[in-house]
DNA sequence: CGTGCATTTGAGAAGAATCAATGCCCGTGG
DNA sequence: CCACGGGCATTGATTCTTCTCAAATGCACG
């Protein structure tokens, strides 16, 4: 990997750890905790392998900092992303219920990602079941995105589809403070889309224009702007997905900690 | 809900708990704790609606007997199935990181459930690390399962993502005992598996005759039978996927046991 | 021996893929 | 300063896959 390391203050406060506090209102103690899983942030540029597939999963990452995918591969050269990781994001995760990766990591604009090894994630797992508790209902909610995907491609079309994908891009953006009014920065080309929803980059491209000819979105270069906020949601058949607020089920004070 | 209450013990010792020793080799005593977690089993008619779309997630299910699924619907109609539930699947876990659940869960058999409450589940969750570790190791293993049928959607034809549906099924019958020699029951009609797919019924009918005249599978009435089971993997592009065995990073002996 | 559900078949239409150019933006080197 | 080249976006033409509509067949069950 060709990789540079960081000096880490430089980027231990910037990123963005609004994923971990989703479900979890954690103590700075326990963020503190939470931040030293992580080893020493490191630069990679665009297009490089984070994590390879079928090979021994041993660690994840956290993406501080760029985008990034899971990609699964088939023998004949065809590929499918089945994740788009936004800055904030856990990557790998599944891959610890496997012998082998399933899937590749790539960094599709120059990225900062932070290694976790799977001991040093257990020890924490292990001892504090407010842990435990978030990473579990994150993955939870990982299999609802997933579902997502999985019935918008099935039953929209592929403008649809494109409408659902820049709503999500947008949504994800403006959690992690990505945004400006409704405007971002879609830092991926129309192939990197089609591999995303499972189109031809042609037909990725026929798409966009339909989306802009509807007037449910403005482009200009890499800028997208939601034109008509509504519409688009309905245009893409969007579901709004709250978080679960009534979690005291499963999360309880952390007793390690004087009160 | 139409159901039947049932004499408990006539299927607390059936039940298919394989599920559960997927990745912890469970003491008998954690046994009866984890069967201690679910209510008296009931019995459903098939369709029967196990939980509604759009409601607030307080349990989820195991089933004990007979098939489900997990179905996403849009206004229209449109609906799309993202899970098909074998005998000893967990059933709308994804649904407890939502306000709202995402999807119903139906029976598409008569079926056999038990009602797991979140409180009881939370208490086990919290108290067992073991415990915990299971069902965070199972839910990356679900999502893995999502990021398969995500993967083939998008890049494999009708008759191949066919393919590749028999062989889930086959596997997962067969790991629950389900099935002979090469042969199982196929318990759903090919409009279900029209919803699975995201095809038509139509077209699923003309994929399962290419499947059929290809050599790879025999079919009389419900039975399937595989004809030629590597042909069918590598036609199916069918990835292995074996469970992860190191995991002493995260399971560790129970310590409230004595040894 | 109907009746209802599931499967099968046919024909035409629509959506998306593929193949093949062309255009645009931008950085680089002459 | 400009020609060149590379990567990305766009467009046109054609082919292939899958959908939709419609009808027929088969099968189980009262």
Redesign the interface.
Known sequence: MNSVLLDSEQVLDSPPMHRFNE?VAFSPAEIEQIRGLGDKPIALPRLAVIQEQEVQ?TCFFVLLKGWAC?T?R??NG???I??LHLPGDLMG????????T??FLTALTPVIVSRIP??R??QL???S?RF??A??????????A??????R????SSSERLAALLLDIYERLAAAGCTKELRFELLITQEIIADI??LSLVHVNRSFKKVETLGLVRRTHKIIEIADLSALREYA?W?A?????QLN??V?PDVTQAD
């Open positions: 479900y999963p899971a699964v088939y023998q065809d590929q499918q089945t994740k995760t599944p891959n610890v219920s496997l012998a082998q399933a899937d799977l001991e994630f257990g797992f292990v001892s079941p435990a508790a990473m579990f209902l994150s993955a939870q909610r990982e299999r609802i997933l579902i997502d995907a999985l019935s491609n099935g039953r929209t929803l499972g058949r579901q997905r709250s978080h679960a607020s089920w499963i309880h």
